[in-house]
Each structure stands twice: as C-alpha cells, then as structure tokens.
C-alpha cells in the first residue's frame, strides 16, 4: 500500500516530537560520577583538594533547592505508592502506554524504508 505524502510528513512530526521527549528526559543523578567518587573519598579519607571545595560550594549554592527537589520526587512516589502505580517499573496509564507503543511502531516502519 502506498502512502501520501500527508501520512509520511504526520508520521515524521510524530517522530521528531517523540524524539525531542526522549532528549528532554529528566536526569537520574545530582552529582556526576567523578563528583560523587570525589566526596565519597572525602567522607573516607578527610582529603580535601579544589575540586572537593568547588562541589561544597555548590552543594551551599543549591542546597534549598535541591532539598524542594528531592521532597517533591518524595511526594510523586508516594503518591505513585498510594495509586498502585510504584514498583520494579512504573506503570504509566493506559492510554499513554497505547500511544507510546503506536509511535514505537511508528519509528520502526521508518527506519525499515
């Protein structure tokens, strides 16, 4: 079955608004590896160098905010926990699930043309 144009440029926006989602995902961390092993090290050993203090530095900085951010992932979970919804993988409501699954599919007939 051949395809219009209308149908391939629908499915191209789908695509290009799907992949800038995954571009937009939130981070999984608050220190980088490096600044993580670093204090880790500090806590160990009492070694301080620059690279240490910069961190502290930040970790002052952004404190309060990052005490707002972690209480809010707090609540979500709780919340998530109360739905049902928490667990090894989040379950994400039906109609997402649906829509996330005919964009998949959507990727992979393009990648096969």
């Not at 160098?49 to 502290?56: E, G, L, S, T, V």
């Not at 919340?79 to 989040?90: I, P, S």
């Amino acid at each position: 079955m051949r395809r219009s144009r209308g149908f391939w440029r629908s499915v191209l926006t789908r695509a290009v608004l799907w992949l800038r989602a995954e571009e937009e995902r939130m981070r999984s961390y608050i220190f980088t590896e490096a600044e993580a092993e670093r204090l880790l090290q500090w806590l160990r050993t009492g070694d301080e160098d620059d690279a240490a203090r910069m961190i502290f530095v930040g970790i002052r900085r952004d404190l309060r905010r990052l005490v707002v951010h972690l209480d809010l992932a707090m609540l979500v979970m709780r919340e998530l926990r109360r739905q049902g919804r928490w667990g090894r993988r989040l379950s994400l409501p039906s109609e997402m699930g649906e829509k996330v699954a005919t964009l998949e599919a959507m990727m992979r007939a393009l990648k096969t043309k």
